[in-house]
């Protein structure tokens, strides 16, 4: 028999019910303030990259060379031509992939305004990095979700590698959500599902680009110390199906080709210079879009960002006699291998440094949150101290300080990176982009160097029966001659010199960026054909624009 229920009158029985009936609605929209603080540096983030959007010449302009790639890569498979078969690019497919969708808008709306709707999804990925590293560490406390999370949303390489459509924002999101699944608080999880999906995740962020490569290893190495080589294997099984089920279609449609164009092209490029350790190093600790600082002063700053992120973990491990958890090991291993990674090549983009960037704000804050709640060992007894008056010192007071303090800090930040004027070229290509699409006629088949160009005008797709279909016009130097560009002896490959003849004499019109000399080989055979068929019909900011010579193909 079930226990008796006391009686209530019935005027305080209606008040306990309205009571009752109310609480579940006022905790269902607690916001807490871990989530609060997460929610915060998110919209602080999207509002940065999207201000930066804002500014001219940069929603529909040009100012990259990658982003027509990717781009153009997902308009060309919408209208059957596909990847790796019938053009060259040098990366996995996996942006290209995420693209396609966007790309489908290129009809109605054209491909410049296709292109601004995913240059705001890339925006908004760059945030959602943001978004998971709060969720990762949001056990640590509103301290330490603020210091990661406020740094990864100034952080600058980070803001502007999302201001279009670049791999990098998109693979760092992937290999956090891969993370925030095979994580449960700061250990491995138990799950066989969530493994699974972590490796899903971490497998497409390869897709991406394949530096995920990295994450991996070192999830895989903690798997396997942890003497559990089951979860190793289903992690294993995610990770390979993430990456296989994308990549196979067009490895099988094209295998010789997917294996020169990605994976032959990219290990054997050869740079015409290599780029200064003392740009990568300013880069990678937020400090390339400043004045420039003397090499003495950012080494300084990289040894104490390394020192605080080592020192606070080896202190932590010295005091509680327990090794570092494996979230831990797996932001300070992963940053390290990274930046090694980060040293090794000859060339270097800022926006590289953007997968640096949550690695870390991880390694710097998951020891000194470890190290806060670690008790020091006492060397020696200490004397009982004497009586003390009623007051007593309130943590809660300095911690709300700190993270007040911290807040502040960001906030600066963001205001100097808000702050921060854009270039002024991108203007002017903007303008020139517009007038130069007056005088080309709809569908007409234009060649270029950089496909950024005919994408901003609306020119991307042509008509024409045998136009060419090229996309990456270096990436095609690099597969067909080794990792040569036009500077530094693609030229001298014979199928590069055909591929080459055979564009021009499809071109209706040739579309030269400033950096055409490195993109294409200007090999007497070349040069000869181009003078002798083309004249120039515009020259401004955003390059030159030949027409063909009527009659003569």
């Not at 579940?24 to 997460?38: D, F, L, N, Q, Y």
């Not at 502007?160 to 999101?173: I, R, S």
């Not at 040569?484 to 693609?490: I, M, P, Q, S, V």
């Not at 054909?529 to 955003?542: I, V």
């Amino acid at each position: 028999m079930m226990g008796s229920v006391p009686a209530v009158p019935g005027a305080q029985r209606s008040a306990a019910e309205s009571a009752g009936a109310a609480a579940p609605v006022t905790s269902r929209w607690r916001v807490s303030p871990a989530a609060g603080a997460v929610i915060v540096t998110t919209a602080l983030a999207l509002a940065l990259r999207l201000w930066q959007l804002s500014m001219h010449g940069y929603l529909f302009g040009v100012t990259e060379y990658d982003d027509g790639v990717y781009f153009g890569s997902a308009v060309r498979l919408l209208h059957g031509v596909v990847p790796y078969r019938d053009f060259v690019i040098v990366q996995p497919p996996g942006v290209m992939l995420l693209m396609t969708p966007v790309a489908l808008f290129a009809g109605p709306l054209g491909t410049a305004k296709a292109l601004a709707i995913g240059r705001v999804l890339t925006a908004c990925a760059g945030a959602g990095g943001v978004t998971l590293t709060g969720l990762l560490i949001r056990r640590h406390g509103v301290l330490a979700i603020t210091a990661a999370c406020g740094f990864l949303a100034v952080y600058p390489d980070g803001v502007y590698a999302a201001h279009t459509v670049l791999l990098e924002p998109w693979l760092v999101l992937f290999c956090l959500a891969g993370a925030l699944a095979v994580m449960d608080g700061d250990h491995l999880t138990g799950s066989s599902r969530r493994l699974a999906v972590g490796g899903l995740a971490f497998g497409f962020a390869g897709v991406c680009k394949a530096w995920a490569v990295i994450p991996v290893l070192v999830l895989l190495g903690l798997l396997v110390l942890h003497r559990v080589p089951r979860r190793a294997l289903i992690f294993l099984g995610g990770t390979v199906a993430g990456f296989a089920l994308p990549v196979l279609p067009f490895a099988v449609l094209a295998p010789h080709a997917f294996y020169n164009s990605v994976i032959v092209a990219q290990w054997s490029r050869t740079d015409d210079v290599r780029i200064s350790l003392w740009f990568r190093l300013a880069s990678m600790i937020g400090l390339s879009h400043g004045p420039h600082l003397p090499h003495v002063l950012l080494l300084a700053v990289a040894c104490a960002i390394a020192a605080v992120a080592a020192g606070a973990s080896l202190l932590a491990t010295l005091a509680s006699r327990e090794l570092p958890p494996p979230l831990e090991i797996f932001a300070l291993v992963s940053g390290a291998l990274i930046v090694l990674a980060f040293w090794w090549p000859d060339d270097y983009y800022y926006h590289y440094a953007a997968f640096l960037g949550p690695f870390i704000a991880l390694s710097v804050v998951l020891p000194i949150a470890r190290l806060c709640r670690t008790p020091l060992p006492r060397l020696a007894p200490l004397p009982r101290p004497a009586p003390r008056p009623a007051t007593r010192p309130a943590p809660r007071t300095v911690y709300r300080v700190a993270v007040a303090a911290t807040a502040m800090v960001v906030l600066v930040l963001a205001v100097l990176q808000g702050r921060t004027q854009p270039d002024p070229n991108y203007k002017g290509v903007a303008d020139a982009i517009v007038a130069d699409e007056r005088i080309i006629p709809a569908g007409s088949c234009v060649v270029t160097d950089a496909v950024s160009y005919t994408i901003a005008a609306n020119r991307f797709t042509s008509g024409v029966p045998g136009c060419p279909v090229m996309v990456d016009s270096i990436g095609t130097d690099y597969t067909l001659s080794h990792g040569r560009d036009g500077l530094n002896g693609a030229g001298n490959v014979p199928a590069v010199r055909r591929l080459w003849l055979s564009t021009l004499s499809h071109a209706q019109y040739v579309w030269l960026s400033g950096l055409f000399p490195r993109r294409i080989p200007w090999t007497p055979a070349i040069s000869s054909y181009f003078t002798a068929n083309f004249r120039l019909l515009r020259a401004d900011a955003s390059g030159r624009v030949y027409q063909r010579v009527s009659g003569q193909r």
